[in-house]
């Protein structure tokens, strides 16, 4: 864990939050802060897998590129909702 380690030793805390847009991560060099919506890169992770799934022969790029087209699309409600199915094994 000596990435953990090294923000520890430069002061900075780790915390999980809610960020607008498509920000999955920032980093609040003022506050030391680095601030990671969880729920956001759950569902980033999985459209990216699903478009994988759905168009087989599409490149990595265009793959990364409908995944954020798709997540672009939600709001923080559907995404901390699907990211609640996924985290549960897609079960209700
Ligand atoms: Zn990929």
């Given amino acids: 864990m000596k990435r953990l380690d090294f923000l520890k030793r430069q002061g900075f805390s780790l915390c999980v939050g809610t960020l607008p847009k498509s920000t999955l991560g920032v ?3 003022d506050l030391k802060s680095i601030v990671i919506d969880v729920p956001k890169n759950v569902v980033a992770t999985f459209l990216h897998e699903y478009m994988h799934v759905r168009r087989p022969k599409a490149s990595e790029k265009a793959t990364e590129k409908s995944a954020i087209k798709i997540m672009a699309r939600m709001t ?4 901390s909702q699907l990211a609640l199915r996924i985290m549960r094994g897609g079960r209700r």
Avoid: H
């Avoid at 923080?76 to 995404?79: D, F, L, S, T």
């Fill in 76 to 79: 923080n409600k559907e995404i």
């Fill in 27 to 29: 980093t609040m060099f």
